[in-house]
């Protein structure tokens, strides 16, 4: 069945340093994947997202690159901060996004 | 996006016994999805609530044990029946926005003993 895989599964950066955390998928009808950001005791909030039909998005110090061709996606950010350690998701979906398909996430920990 | 408010936000309860979770979203909103977040883990699709027809159930739950009602567009309550410690999760409720993607309610941890 359709998969997303995530990497690494926890990641340890110095502040101010960058971070990049990569997801595969293997669904080919999979044509939009939106990154979640899930802080201590909260649900998980959508911090980005990218469409197929767009190689590269940034916001601030965030971006998110897709290869299609290649069914890879990747969430980088930049110039870290404490603030930025959580728990991050990937997810592929077909537009609509009624089936959405979670990586198993990434343990982001940020020293000051 | 729409907002969303999930009670209780945390409970322990025996084994045996029954929770009901309840989600209301500030906005009308066609489907409510229910996800179970095992500890450490990721996000397990559990059903589709739309109003006024029954849940649509992933593979693996059942209305038996997770029954699910949607009485009006913005409300929507989940149900853990006979609980066992296994049932020790996260669990949340949703709903999609416009623009895409997911807005999740705050979540509800439970855990059975």
């Known amino acids: 069945g359709e998969n997303v895989e995530q990497h690494p599964s926890t990641l340890s950066v110095q502040e101010g340093d960058s971070a990049v955390i990569k997801c595969t998928y293997s669904?080919?009808?999979?044509?939009?994947f939106p990154w979640y950001k899930q802080e201590l005791g909260k649900g998980p909030q959508l911090i980005i997202d990218?469409?197929?039909?767009?190689g590269e998005k940034k916001d601030q110090r965030i971006a998110v690159t897709l290869n299609k061709t290649a069914k890879h996606f990747s969430l980088h950010i930049t110039e870290t901060q404490p603030e930025d350690s959580a728990v991050y998701f990937c997810?592929?979906?077909?537009?609509?996004?009624?089936?959405?398909?979670f990586g198993a996430g990434t343990r982001l920990f940020v020293k000051a | 996006s729409a907002v969303i408010s999930q009670k209780p936000s945390r409970d322990i309860c025996q084994r045996g016994t029954s929770l009901t979770i309840q989600c209301q979203v500030d906005?009308?909103?066609?489907?409510m999805f229910w996800y179970r977040q095992q500890p450490g883990q990721s996000l397990t699709l559990i059903a589709t609530?739309?109003?006024?027809?029954?849940?649509?159930?992933e593979s693996g739950f059942v209305i038996d044990k997770f029954p699910i009602s949607r009485p009006n567009l913005t409300f929507s309550t989940l149900t853990v029946s006979n609980m066992s410690p296994e049932d020790s999760s996260i669990y949340l409720c949703?709903?999609?926005?416009?623009?895409?993607?997911?807005?999740f309610g705050s979540g509800t941890r439970l855990t059975v003993v």
């Open positions: 949703s709903v999609t926005q416009g623009a895409g993607g997911y807005t």
């Open positions: 669904d080919s009808a999979s044509n939009y």
């Open positions: 990218i469409r197929s039909n767009v």
């Open positions: 997810a592929a979906s077909e537009t609509g996004g009624f089936k959405t398909i």
């Open positions: 906005s009308q909103v066609t489907m």
């Open positions: 609530a739309n109003q006024g027809s029954e849940a649509t159930y």
